[in-house]
C-alpha cells in the first residue's frame, strides 16, 4: 500500500561537485540505489498572489506548511500525480499527499472537485480555500536516490539542477537553473546510524537551513528589482 501520510527529520546539506562523488563512494558500502534510482521531480508550488506562503516560511516560524502538485517525470494526462500539504513544526515533518491522474488534478485546480475524498483530501482541500493558494512557480530538479541497507526507512538523495518558471507552469519542461552543486537531504524517523555520523564528522559536512522554493523566490525578487532599476 502506499504511503499518504509521513513523519520523519528532513536535514539537508549543501554539497560541491567533489563532495558529492566522495560521499557517494563513502556510503556505498551502507546504502543501495533505489528501485528507480535517478529521475526528474517536477513540482508546482502553490501560494498567494503575494507569495505570502513563502514569506511567511523565510520568517523561520516554529511552524511551516507549504502545497505542492508533484510529479516524478513529466507527466501525460493519464499518469498519477500528488497533491501535497508538507507541514514543519519544530523540525519535524509531517506530509499529507493523494494521488490522482494529472488530468483529474488540473480539473481540480480549474475550480473542479478534488477527485480524492476523506482523510488528508478533505484537509489538503480546506488548506487551499482557506488560504485561497494557487500554482504560482513551475520548480523541477533531478535527483539521485538512497536507501539503507539494514534500513530501508533510511533515505539519502541528492538534488541538482534546480530549476524553475513563472510563465507557462503546466508545460512541465526547461526552466531557469538557480542553483549550482548538490543538495543532499538525510529522510529518518529514527537517530542518525554511527557510520552516518562518523562520515559527516570525518568530511566537515554540516546541516544548513536551505528551502529550493525560498531560493527561487530570492530570485525572482532580485529579477524584480532589476527591472525597476
Not at 498567494?48 to 502538485?69: C, G, W
Not at 513551475?138 to 536507501?147: E, M, P, W
Not at 541497507?149 to 537553473?177: A, I, M, P, Q
Amino acid at each position: 500500500m502506499e504511503r499518504t501520510l509521513f513523519k520523519r527529520k528532513e536535514v539537508k546539506y549543501l554539497l560541491d561537485e567533489t563532495t558529492f562523488r566522495v560521499l557517494k563512494e563513502d556510503f556505498s558500502p551502507y546504502l543501495e540505489e533505489d528501485d528507480y534510482p535517478e529521475y526528474t521531480i517536477c513540482n508546482l508550488y502553490f501560494d498567494t498572489e503575494d507569495f505570502d506562503s513563502i514569506r511567511t516560511s523565510r520568517a523561520k516560524p516554529s511552524f511551516k506548511q507549504k502545497m505542492r502538485l508533484r510529479s516524478y517525470g513529466i507527466p501525460d494526462l493519464s499518469d498519477g500525480v500528488f497533491l501535497e500539504l508538507k507541514k514543519k513544526y519544530e523540525g519535524i515533518v509531517y506530509k499529507r499527499r493523494i494521488k490522482a491522474p494529472y488530468k483529474e488534478m488540473l480539473s481540480y485546480l480549474d475550480g473542479g472537485e478534488l477527485p480524492v475524498v476523506g482523510g488528508s483530501a478533505a484537509e489538503i482541500d480546506y488548506t487551499r480555500k482557506r488560504l485561497n493558494l494557487s500554482p504560482k512557480v513551475y520548480l523541477a530538479y533531478d535527483r539521485i536516490a538512497f536507501h539503507g541497507k539494514e534500513d530501508t526507512e533510511l533515505r539519502v538523495t541528492f538534488d541538482h539542477n534546480v530549476r524553475y518558471r513563472l510563465e507557462d507552469r503546466f508545460s512541465f519542461d526547461g526552466g531557469k537553473n538557480v542553483e549550482e552543486g548538490y543538495i543532499m537531504e538525510v529522510k529518518t524517523a529514527s537517530p542518525y546510524p554511527r557510520w552516518l555520523l562518523d562520515c559527516l564528522e570525518r568530511h566537515k559536512i554540516y546541516p544548513r537551513s536551505y528551502s529550493k522554493y525560498s531560493k527561487v523566490y530570492e530570485d525572482i525578487l532580485r529579477e524584480r528589482k532589476e527591472k525597476t532599476v
